[in-house]
T-cell receptor
Framework: NAGVTQTPKFQVLKTGQSMTLQCAQD?????MSWYRQDPGMGLRLIHY???????DQGEVPNGYNVSRSTTEDFPLRLLSAAPSQTSVYFC???????????????????FGEGSRLTVL | KQEVTQIPAALSVPEGENLVLNCSFT??????LQWFRQDPGKGLTSLLL?????REQTSGRLNASLDKSSGRSTLYIAASQPGDSATYLC?????????????FGEGTQLTVNP
């Protein structure tokens, strides 16, 4: 069971370049999300998705795009990289927490190993 | 907006000590609260998940409690070992109206000395 898989693990970009961070999970989780982690700022939510075809913005969405065409995959796109986007990026997934009496899992969140991005 | 505070920010103890890490949050309308461990340069590993209807969860030497009404959770580590050295993060999970988001504290950096 691979869990949450992120690629690449490391990437160096020049300002203005675009790239996509890949995230895949094999646990049939409805909920997927992207975080960035910066020293002194903690983990901040970028975008999230509650199912295929449904995405929404988190706390720091500017400069990033996402799409969710399948349950398994949730790629994060940087359209025009900036030095401020230098960070470690984490993808996470979970079953949908119990809502409105519908219980589909515990809602425990599982993380990938992270992608370290440097923008020069 | 949910705000999460973890105290202390850093803790250094000798091997064998029992210790308590504290987490407080401002919005008590949560579905669950999760404790994670993060080793340097690594991802987050889930330690314990407490549903909002529960008071505590135990796994081995770890025990987490939740007092939702007062916005507090504690992580108790018994008989600490050098391998417990890591950063510990708590994350309450909001309700559906907040997109079921988790909000993270900045963590407690624990060092257990042999």
């Amino acid at each position: 069971n691979a869990g949450v898989t992120q690629t690449p693990k490391f990437q160096v970009l020049k300002t203005g370049q675009s790239m996509t961070l890949q995230c895949a999970q094999d646990m049939n989780h409805e909920y997927m999300s992207w975080y960035r982690q910066d020293p002194g700022m903690g983990l901040r939510l970028i975008h999230y998705s509650v199912g295929a075809g449904i995405t929404d913005q988190g706390e720091v969405p500017n400069g990033y795009n996402v799409s969710r065409s399948t349950t398994e995959d949730f790629p994060l796109r940087l359209l025009s990289a900036a030095p401020s986007q230098t960070s470690v990026y984490f993808c996470a997934s979970s079953s949908r927490p119990p809502t409105s009496g519908r219980s589909v899992g515990t809602g425990e969140l599982f993380f990938g190993e992270g992608s370290r991005l440097t923008v020069l | 907006k949910q705000e999460v505070t973890q105290i202390p920010a850093a803790l250094s103890v000798p091997e064998g000590e029992n210790l308590v890490l504290n987490c407080s949050f401002t919005d008590s309308a949560i579905y669950n609260l999760q404790w994670f461990r993060q080793d340097p340069g690594k991802g987050l590993t889930s330690l314990l998940l407490i549903q909002s209807s529960q008071r505590e969860q135990t796994s081995g030497r770890l025990n987490a409690s939740l007092d939702k009404s007062s916005g507090r959770s504690t992580l108790y580590i018994a008989a600490s070992q050098p391998g417990d050295s890591a950063t510990y993060l708590c994350a309450p999970r909001g309700g559906e109206t907040s997109g079921s988001r988790l909000t993270f504290g900045e963590g407690t950096q624990l060092t257990v000395n042999p």
